[in-house]
């Protein structure tokens, strides 16, 4: 038997409106502020970004029509120069507007925070260090989660302002997150986490955006947050 996934789409009454086939394993969806763009992360190859040798497949379309297909296709501008590395990976999508992005761009031994841009069909890189990017509700910041291996974390979050270029390392927590951020309003984040003494519970927690807030437990046995604002 071959496994088949797809992406369903639902309207305002949760009455199924299309669907379309998806290339592999779910991994990330993210819709954009108007409600007018779905992007999607699957896995090709592997089944976690902890793997060595995963390989994703990112899309963004338009709802309920055509899309603008695989972000690996799109003009991937590192450090000023054109690039195209052919071991590129790209994920964790989170919508500016109807045309701005934001990603993370892996190649080699390293990964980036990459701006996209819809029309020009370019990827253009802001910083390394940085994955699963997640804008806050009034667009002036991100949070992402950067590689912290002095501390002895795999993973720590990080908020970028993007008017500053300044970034605040959330050192509060300790765990190895492997989810990507959501924003419950403007100052706290939410993400999901497994509970250490039982296999197969998650939890989601919430972090204040200052570099000394501790995890609070939100919500038992849930994973992966989304705000309905």
Request: aromatic share 8%; hydrophobic share 35%; net charge negative.
């Amino acid at each position: 038997m071959v496994t088949r996934y797809r992406l369903v789409e639902l309207d305002a009454d949760l009455n199924e409106s299309s669907s379309v086939a998806l290339p592999g394993m779910p991994s990330r969806t993210r819709i954009s502020p108007d409600g007018s763009l779905i992007a999607t992360t699957t896995f090709v190859a592997g089944h976690s970004y902890m793997q060595e040798g995963f390989s994703t497949a990112t899309e963004i379309r338009k709802v309920g029509g055509g899309g603008y297909g695989n972000l690996e296709r799109f003009t991937l501008i590192l450090d000023g120069k054109e690039v195209h590395p052919r071991d590129r990976n790209i994920w964790g999508v989170t919508f500016a507007d109807d045309n701005a992005f934001y990603a993370t761009v892996a190649t080699g031994d390293h990964t980036w925070l990459v701006r996209g841009d819809l029309e020009a069909r370019t990827l253009t890189s802001l910083r390394q260090n940085a994955e699963c990017p997640s804008v806050s509700p009034d667009g002036a910041r991100i949070a992402y989660k950067v590689g912290d291996t002095a501390s002895g974390t795999h993973w720590s979050f990080a908020v970028l302002d993007l008017a500053t270029d300044e970034e605040t390392v959330l050192k509060g927590e300790t765990a190895n997150v492997d989810d990507q951020a959501e924003w419950l309003d403007d100052d706290t984040i939410l993400y999901g986490l497994p509970r250490d003494d039982e296999a197969g519970v998650t939890d989601v927690w919430s972090l204040d955006t200052t570099a000394d807030a501790t995890p609070q437990l939100l919500i038992e046995q849930a994973w992966s947050p989304a705000v309905v604002r």
